[in-house]
């Protein structure tokens, strides 16, 4: 929804004054008889009283107040670590079943009014996780989920990991 007003720091009836003010003073510079033609003098009569008018109006101090909402549906983030070890620690029924109930809350989230992200702890949206990644960040992913939505509306983080990290700070001390 746009909004548009204008605001004036005196009175709006002061427009009245303003504009017979300038009528007033273009009739006293136009209606003597000038060495040009006729039409030429209602011309320049118009441009005045116009231009008089515009700059009284600017003496007013007219405010433009002009409001825009934009409405954004709530962001939720579903991270997935995307390392090797979640591979080697779980057997495939587990990893198949975790991306299933991901994708059920993703499909949740959504029928919610929530607008879904999925990416990995590095930040790149994905699809499906590959579980092949050599690094597990977890500190490092949400520092910078906060940065990268820290003018968003995230309703939520859904972080899916077997909690074993091995580079940067311990998750429970970052935040």
């Given at each position: 929804?746009?909004k ?11 427009l ?6 300038a009528v007033?003073f273009a009739?006293?510079?136009y209606?003597v008889s ?5 039409t030429?003098n ?5 441009g ?8 009284m ?6 405010i433009v ?14 991270v997935y670590?995307?390392s090797a070890?979640?591979?080697e620690?779980n057997d495939?029924i587990?990893i198949a079943?975790?991306?299933?109930k991901m994708k059920?809350t993703?499909?949740l ?6 607008q879904v992200?999925t990416?990995?702890l590095s930040g790149?949206?994905i ?7 050599s690094?597990?960040d977890l500190?490092g ?7 990268r ?7 939520g983080?859904?972080h ?7 580079e940067?700070v ?6």
């Amino acid at each position: 929804m746009d909004k548009q007003s204008i605001i004036f720091e005196s009175s709006p009836a002061y427009l009245i004054v303003c504009i017979i003010l300038a009528v007033g003073f273009a009739l006293l510079l136009y209606t003597v008889s000038h060495p040009w033609p006729k039409t030429w003098n209602r011309i320049l009569f118009v441009g005045r009283a116009v231009l008089a008018f515009l700059l009284m109006f600017l003496l007013l101090g007219p405010i433009v107040k002009q409001i825009n909402n934009l409405f954004e549906k709530p962001l939720f983030l579903l991270v997935y670590d995307n390392s090797a070890s979640i591979k080697e620690s779980n057997d495939s029924i587990k990893i198949a079943d975790l991306e299933v109930k991901m994708k059920e809350t993703a499909e949740l989230l959504e029928s919610q009014g929530y607008q879904v992200k999925t990416s990995d702890l590095s930040g790149v949206e994905i699809e499906r996780p590959t579980f092949e990644g050599s690094m597990s960040d977890l500190g490092g992913a949400l520092r910078k989920i906060s940065n990268r939505y820290e003018s968003s509306q995230v309703g939520g983080v859904v972080h899916a990991s077997d909690g074993i990290y091995n580079e940067g700070v311990n998750p429970f001390y970052t935040y």
